[in-house]
């Protein structure tokens, strides 16, 4: 506004408060991409989100699945016992799905009683087959549902991208398709779009299954393979190594069953046993050997989470009556990376009982000299990947030459995983390795067949003689 001669005196300004306009719009935005019943996102989002993820997976190099969740008689519970229940089990349905996986993953509600996840980044089909046993385990448990007790199974399909397909209208296809699968098969199941894939998912469920009573029918054993000292010129232990035969399944390598084990929980009733009985079978060895022979036993890291191990070791030895002397307790470097204290706390209690503590598989993880210097370690077991090439390899010669260094610095003793040639037992030798463990000296053997020959001599098994002229010949 002006004055009469024309300079500004005042400002006239017009607005409006448009929060409720804004407010609206958001409203409209999540409605739209938003399931009303359980606040997922909706098939709508949930079609962008895969055509997005698909571009990112494939720009990345990366692999992804697409898991399609179908309810097994839905119908039934709606026409028994009423729309409003139905709705309360959608929404506790999709309540368990989100606690089943991760913040980076989407589930949506694609209508009805379909359900779908997308993962856009995965390990291994096996972690794919884990997460389909934990959201069948979860969604089978009984809800109560005003008052009503109510039970319902589901059954999923999974498609595997860029493998099955690379665009977002096939992979679903794929997906759905897998899922049918599953509800053929019988429901309450998982089933993988491609054969070789769900071989593999299946064959992981029957060894879970199985796995369950696998200590109960005795079908889990010990095998031992000893490891022998160089300046003693004898074995000076021997490590416990777990077997498991099935009558059905035939000998399942541990590297199958371990990592289930783990994910299950199963691997501390599994590793309590392993644990007492490893100590059961030192006790009763070292009762007649004039030189005493240390039993290595395997430790999950799991274990060390979830578990009081000390107070598991400290009741092992008291029953078996084992020195803590004759233990030694492997474990793998990420038991020590991931530490909280809770770790440290364990193995110097475990270190002040006598028990030695070595680190299995050395140099294939995150090695770390500042671990080496905290935590009690006695040994390191360089692992049998780099002994393999020494002969051939100037490169792995030198990186086993430094890690046996590095052992004799900071007053550890080194141990050789793996060691199956002369040549390769001559170059250990000249770089001063203490111990050697591996098919030169022994395949690991029965627990009786090794009772029995230890029980009477620890001689070098025929046909294998270690003296200085061999050794020369093969260096």
């Not at 409003?84 to 589930?107: K, M």
């Not at 000998?251 to 590793?271: C, K």
């Not at 050997?289 to 395997?298: A, F, R, T």
């Not at 050789?416 to 022994?442: D, R």
Request: proline share 3%; net charge negative; charged share 20%.
């Amino acid at each position: 506004m002006r004055d009469a001669q024309g300079k500004p005196e005042g400002y006239v300004t017009l607005f409006s408060d448009i929060t409720k306009r804004k407010k609206n719009e958001q409203l409209i935005q999540h409605q739209a991409n938003y399931d009303n019943l359980t606040d997922l996102p909706n098939r709508n989002l949930f079609t962008q989100t895969i055509k997005q993820v698909l571009i990112q997976t494939k720009a990345l190099e990366q692999q992804g699945a697409l898991l399609f969740i179908d309810l097994d008689h839905f119908k039934s519970i709606n026409d028994t016992l009423g729309h409003s229940v139905g709705d309360l089990l959608l929404q506790e349905v999709a309540s368990r799905i989100v606690q089943q996986i991760n913040t980076r993953d989407t589930p949506a509600r694609l209508g009805g009683d379909e359900f779908a996840i997308i993962l856009p980044n995965i390990s291994s089909v096996v972690s794919v087959a884990s997460l389909c046993e934990q959201l069948l385990e979860s969604i089978r448990k009984p809800y109560n549902l005003d008052g009503n007790s109510v039970f319902i199974s589901c059954s999923i399909g999974v498609a595997i991208y860029p493998d099955d397909a690379i665009d977002a209208e096939t992979i679903c296809r794929d997906a759905d398709s897998a899922m049918y699968k599953a509800k053929e098969e019988g429901r309450n199941s998982y089933h993988f779009y491609t054969e070789q894939m769900n071989r593999v998912a299946q064959r992981r469920r029957q060894i879970e299954t199985a796995l369950h009573t696998a200590i109960e029918y005795q079908q889990l054993s010990l095998h031992f393979q000893p490891i022998w000292d160089i300046e003693q010129q004898r074995y000076g232990s021997a490590e416990s190594l777990l077997r498991w035969q099935h009558p059905q399944l035939g000998n399942v390598s541990p590297a199958d069953f371990i990592p289930i084990a783990e994910n299950t929980g199963l691997i501390e009733s599994i590793g309590q046993w392993v644990i007492l009985h490893a100590c059961q079978v030192a006790e009763l060895l070292n009762r007649n050997l004039e030189q005493p022979l240390k039993i290595n036993v395997n430790v999950s890291s799991r274990q060390f989470q979830r578990q009081d191990i000390v107070l598991i070791i400290k009741e092992v030895l008291a029953s078996t009556k084992l020195a803590p002397q004759l233990l030694v307790i492997e474990i793998t470097e990420s038991l020590l990376i991931d530490d909280a204290g809770k770790t440290y706390r364990q193995l110097k209690a475990l270190a002040d009982m006598g028990i030695e503590i070595a680190i299995d598989d050395f140099g294939t993880g995150y090695s770390s000299l500042s671990y080496l210097k905290k935590f009690p370690i006695s040994k390191l077991k360089i692992d049998q990947s780099f002994i393999a090439d020494i002969e051939q390899d100037p490169e792995s010669l030198a990186l086993v030459n430094t890690i046996i260094t590095l052992a004799k610095t900071l007053k550890l003793q080194s141990v050789a995983e793996g060691v199956e040639t002369a040549g390769q037992l001559a170059l250990l030798k000249g770089m001063a390795c203490e111990t050697i463990q591996g098919y030169y000296f022994s395949r690991p053997m029965k627990e009786e067949d090794f009772v029995t020959k230890f029980s009477t001599n620890q001689q070098i098994p025929s046909g294998v003689e270690i003296n200085s002229k061999q050794l020369a010949k093969a260096h």
